[in-house]
């Protein structure tokens, strides 16, 4: 079974600084990953998608890896902002299913 | 441009009183998704339309019951909403099935009085 982890829970940061949220997974075979924003009490805005064949994907100030033998993924904040301030959730899609399977989600407060 | 629009945002039923939410996409996916979304969890599947075909997920309360009546709407009804009902229900759609990035709408908040 699936299982995808999201490591730290929450995290605070000074504005400025650059961070990585992590996401593990414990099966290999997936069809693709994706990153979501999520602010309190809002919908999930998508933020970066990488297929399993793909090694990296950026928008901005955001770049998201796939390392699908380690069962691992990053995604790279650069210069925070307190803008950047939410929940960030990865997904994964098995290539057998088509359902998401998430992550709890990082907590994310950059401090002014 | 909103791309999946819910309405309403708050929705504030009664217990027992059924309650209906809605969900629009401008995108012409074929994927129309229902999940429910309690505080600091992850979402959760509850069904989903490819076209017209019907999807319920196997832990899915029948209490929960969708229509799509064509490709842009999508509803989702609660037929005696509980107490245990009240979350944020997130309309999502995907071109395809497999594999499809996900765009999500802003959630409707329903509370059960």
């Known amino acids: 079974k699936q299982e995808v982890t999201q490591i730290p829970a929450a995290l605070s940061v000074p504005e400025g600084e650059n961070l990585v949220l992590n996401c593990s997974f414990t099966d290999s075979a997936i069809y693709n990953l994706q990153w979501f924003r999520q602010d309190p009490g809002k919908g999930l805005t998508s933020l970066l998608l990488i297929q399993s064949s793909q090694r990296e994907q950026t928008s901005g100030r955001l770049n998201a890896s796939l390392d699908k033998s380690s069962g691992r993924s990053t995604l790279y904040i650069a210069a925070s902002q307190p803008g950047d301030s939410a929940t960030y959730l990865c997904?994964?899609?098995?290539?057998?299913?088509?359902?998401?399977?998430w992550g709890a989600g990082t907590k994310l407060i950059i401090k002014p | 441009d909103a791309m999946v629009i819910q309405n309403p945002r708050y929705q504030v039923t009664q217990f027992g009183k059924p309650v209906t939410l809605s969900c629009s996409q401008t995108?012409?996916?074929?994927?129309m998704y229902w999940y429910q979304q309690k505080s600091s969890q992850a979402p959760k599947l509850l069904f989903h339309y490819y076209d017209k075909d019907f999807n319920n997920e196997a832990d899915t309360p029948d209490n929960f019951q969708s229509r799509r009546p064509n490709t842009s709407f999508c509803f989702l009804d609660i037929r005696s909403p509980g107490l245990g009902d009240a979350a944020m229900y997130l309309c999502?759609?995907?071109?395809?099935?497999?594999?499809?990035?996900?765009?999500f709408g802003p959630g409707t908040r329903l509370t059960v009085t």
């Open positions: 997904a994964v899609i098995l290539d057998s299913n088509y359902q998401l399977i």
């Open positions: 995108l012409n996916h074929n994927v």
């Open positions: 999502a759609t995907s071109r395809v099935a497999r594999g499809s990035e996900q765009y």
